[in-house]
């Protein structure tokens, strides 16, 4: 490429519409158990909050040099404050961001001790949006879909994303003419038709198709992929597969690519990170490989992080500068 990444990638604008949350973390030192029941006492030395899931979607594409449209809804609780807090303090716009008077917005708190993780804490709401909501929800995304370059379906099955709602974003961000990748789940797996990338890890394929065959397996996992391609109508697909790195396809070629060597602290939000890259490659016009290659990079930086991080542009240039030398 004759321009850096952070050269192609700014200025884009990306719509990011999906379930987010806010991770929390409570970081401390264990040196006893409890007198009063055998669990690890924490000293408690800091708590950080940071954005997750399609806000993770959003802090990955803001720190890659474009610009995220983030378009979701939280509630009216503290912590749906504390996140609009954050994604302004960063620079990232919640003016679709819409706020509901019944519902929670998603959290986790997690409690750490030397780069292990002890516990983790959930508060949330997964049911469906109900029918105001969901037109609330329509009315802001039809606003962001006609300026979007590229759009992000970031489902963490937590009822943003339905299958009510699905169809019709992927058919207005069609009419404007706005390519889609979607990073999916079990629940509506199988409503994502007719987009550009689909991206799921392979545990959910295999779940999805409630396959029993091994799909370390070559042929069973292409055989897979055909039956995948057959119900969705896809143009790309785009497989995670943990430590033996990635799959991607189009209709003319695939490639599998292996993970590279990295010394692993954390996979959160590293398929967070993967979409993103992936997502703006796509953007930019790079061929199905060289998105998966500097996608499948970008995971492997992430991971070598505790916490949910997002990718560093700077890092990822010089470290696809070394690779490709």
């Given at each position: 490429m004759q321009q850096s990444l952070k050269e192609l990638f700014k200025g884009k604008k990306v719509l990011i519409a999906g379930d987010i949350m806010l991770d929390s973390y409570i970081f401390g030192s264990?040196?006893?158990?409890?007198?009063e029941a055998p669990v690890p006492v924490v000293a408690i030395e800091k708590r950080e909050n940071r954005p997750g899931g399609a806000a993770n979607v959003a802090f990955n594409i803001k720190s890659l040099g474009a610009e995220p449209m983030l378009c979701a809804v939280i509630g009216n609780d503290a912590e749906g404050e504390?996140?609009?807090?954050?994604?302004?303090?960063?620079?990232?716009?919640?003016d679709y961001i819409f706020v509901s008077p019944t519902r929670k917005t998603t959290a986790k708190l997690r409690v750490m001790s030397q780069r292990n993780q002890l516990l983790r804490?959930?508060?949330?709401?997964?049911?469906?949006?109900?029918?105001?909501?969901?037109?609330?929800?329509?009315?802001?995304f039809e606003n962001a879909v006609k300026?979007?370059?590229?759009?992000?379906?970031?489902?963490?099955?937590?009822?943003l994303l339905t299958s009510t709602n699905i169809p019709e974003l992927i058919s207005l961000a069609h009419q404007n003419?706005?390519?889609?990748?979607?990073d999916p789940k079990k629940k509506n797996f199988w409503e994502y038709k007719n987009v550009e990338l689909f991206k799921p890890n392979l545990k959910e394929l295999k779940e999805a198709l409630n396959s029993t065959d091994d799909l370390t397996n070559e042929t069973h996992f292409l055989k897979a992929i055909r039956?995948?391609?057959?119900k969705l109508n896809n143009k790309i697909s785009f497989i995670t597969l943990s430590e033996r790195g990635v799959f991607i396809k189009d209709k003319q070629q695939h490639h599998f690519l292996p993970a590279f060597i990295r010394r692993i602290a954390d996979v959160s939000g590293a398929g967070d990170t993967v979409i993103s890259?992936?997502?703006?490659?796509?953007?930019?016009?790079?061929?199905?490989?060289?998105?998966?290659?500097?996608?499948?990079?970008?995971?492997?930086?992430?991971c070598e992080e505790p916490g949910v991080v997002p990718i560093n542009i700077d890092r990822l240039e010089k470290e696809y500068s070394k690779v490709c030398q």
């Open positions: 264990v040196d006893r158990i409890s007198p504390i996140m609009k807090t954050i994604l302004l303090e960063n620079g990232i716009s919640t804490l959930d508060y949330e709401q997964t049911d469906d949006l109900d029918e105001a909501e969901n037109k609330q929800f329509m009315k802001v300026n979007a370059d590229v759009m992000i379906m970031e489902d963490y099955n937590k009822g003419n706005v390519p889609i990748t979607v039956e995948m391609e057959a890259v992936a997502s703006l490659c796509l953007s930019i016009g790079l061929s199905v490989k060289e998105t998966a290659f500097i996608a499948n990079l970008a995971g492997g930086l992430v």
